[in-house]
């Protein structure tokens, strides 16, 4: 068991910095306690890891963050705990240029961009997040993170798990992906990124445009599933999600008020938030008014391009 700590700016929300970690509160892998603390299961480049991170008063700052970590990966997810809180962000750069997003920006002044510095960790779920429901698409990974997934060293909460490697995922039997309600399609795409696990692990360290590209390479991933994962992967503030069913409408409700919307006007209404988009984005969903959702069917569903 290894710890250390990190005193974060303020302002500093942690529960919205990680929250975009967890896929749904199911997750095997990242899990939020009622009073607050988080608790990450990881296969870090040195071996998994399991990681809890709470806060408490500090005399010297608004927070403390304590990081304690167990596990063959335990120094390498402690190195990069500030990175995953948010240390390398820079929301002091972002300025709004609506109405709508000001004011998300002074609620939400303590988000911060998290940034794990792992491509497949977010790659397989986000691919499991093509063409189908959000509820659908956490169900599937929770079914296969507790069938394959690694018993967490340390003293992680029950029923969670370290993601498979990419051996293991390459080894998932047809019928096992079917059950767990995943088609052929994305399955082949999972297990050709597992072929390249190490080639994409490189996009970590890459500019986003070189990151993006490196992950399109791959058949079944594109710029949607791209950019989902490299906005954990290197919270990248400018990784704005494309081929959404609903973020354009959500964008174009939140900033005009009309409930017709696509990726070129998404892309009009941010331009002047170059560099930023993807930041604008999470701003205007956190406090912009969004379409009532009985106008729009299946409001959770995530529909990408391939």
Request: hydrophobic letters at 35%; glycine letters at 8%; proline letters at 10%.
């Amino acid at each position: 068991m290894s710890s250390r700590t990190w005193v974060p700016p303020a302002p500093y929300d942690l529960s919205r910095t990680l929250r975009v970690l967890r896929r749904g509160r199911g997750d095997p892998a990242c899990r939020r306690e009622p009073d607050g603390t988080w608790w990450r299961c990881s296969r870090t480049p040195a071996g998994p890891a399991t990681l809890r991170i709470s806060e408490s008063p500090d005399p010297r700052a608004d927070r403390l963050i304590t990081g304690t970590a167990w596990g063959p990966g335990a120094d390498w997810a402690l190195e990069q705990l500030p990175s995953l809180l948010g240390a390398d962000d820079q929301p002091d750069t972002f300025r709004p240029r609506h109405r709508v997003v000001a004011a998300a920006h002074r609620k939400y002044g303590g988000l911060r961009l998290a940034r794990t510095g792992m491509v497949m960790e977010s790659l397989v779920p986000s691919v499991l997040e093509q063409r189908i429901t959000t509820g659908s698409a956490h169900y599937a990974w929770r079914r296969l993170l507790s069938q394959y997934g690694e018993q967490p060293p340390g003293p992680a909460p029950e029923g969670m798990r370290v993601p498979p490697g990419a051996a293991v995922w390459r080894r998932v039997p047809s019928w096992d992906w079917h059950r767990a309600g995943v088609d052929r399609s994305r399955a082949a795409a999972i297990l050709r990124a597992c072929s390249y696990a190490p080639r994409l692990e490189e996009a970590a360290a890459m500019e986003l445009p070189e990151a993006m590209a490196r992950l399109q390479l791959i058949p079944g991933i594109g710029p949607w599933t791209a950019a989902e994962t490299l906005q954990r992967t290197l919270g990248a503030p400018d990784a704005l999600t494309t081929g959404d069913l609903h973020l354009p409408v959500q964008i174009g409700y939140a900033l005009t008020g009309s409930r017709d919307g696509t990726d070129e006007q998404m892309l009009q209404l941010l331009e002047p938030y170059a560099g930023q988009r993807h930041r604008a984005a999470r701003l205007i969903l956190l406090g912009g008014r969004l379409p009532n959702r009985r106008a729009h069917r299946a409001p959770h569903s995530r529909i990408a391009h391939l």
